[in-house]
């Protein structure tokens, strides 16, 4: 069974940071593309950024998290993260990470087909 988790979530002051995993079972994300995806309350789901396969290895962020976020992967450890530095207010939101072919991108941002969530972890940026 293919299940992704996301962890690492939290209360965060503004300009702090936080790292998420998305860690994986049941499928190799040495041959996936993840995307993190956010969604805050009233909010449209955004996806902010995305990891290609490591055969690729191109990686993809939204203009909104450009140069304060790095997405990365862990092979051994079958686990995709996503190191957020400079956190402001607005990145509150409920963060997921999912699994695809590829990185595919629209007006600037991640999407995705795929039925292949986590269960998303919560990120507030709250002094």
């Known amino acids: 069974q293919v299940q992704l988790v996301e962890s690492g979530g939290g209360l965060v002051q503004p300009g702090g940071s936080l790292r998420l995993s998305c860690a994986a079972s049941?499928?190799?994300?040495?041959?996936?593309?993840i995307g993190w995806f956010r969604q805050a309350p009233g909010k449209e789901r955004e996806g902010i950024s995305c990891?290609?396969?490591?055969?690729?290895?191109?990686?993809f962020y939204a203009n909104s998290v450009k140069g304060r976020f790095t997405i990365s992967r862990d092979n051994a450890k079958n686990t995709v993260y996503l190191q957020m530095n400079s956190l402001k207010p607005e990145d509150t939101a409920v963060y997921y990470c999912?699994?695809?072919?590829?990185?595919?991108?629209?007006?600037?941002?991640?999407?995705?087909?795929?039925?292949?969530w986590g269960q998303g972890t919560q990120v507030t940026v709250s002094s």
């Open positions: 999912a699994a695809d072919a590829l990185c595919r991108l629209r007006r600037g941002l991640v999407v995705t087909t795929s039925d292949i």
């Open positions: 049941g499928l190799d994300l040495d041959y996936s593309a």
């Open positions: 990891i290609a396969t490591s055969r690729d290895g191109s990686t």
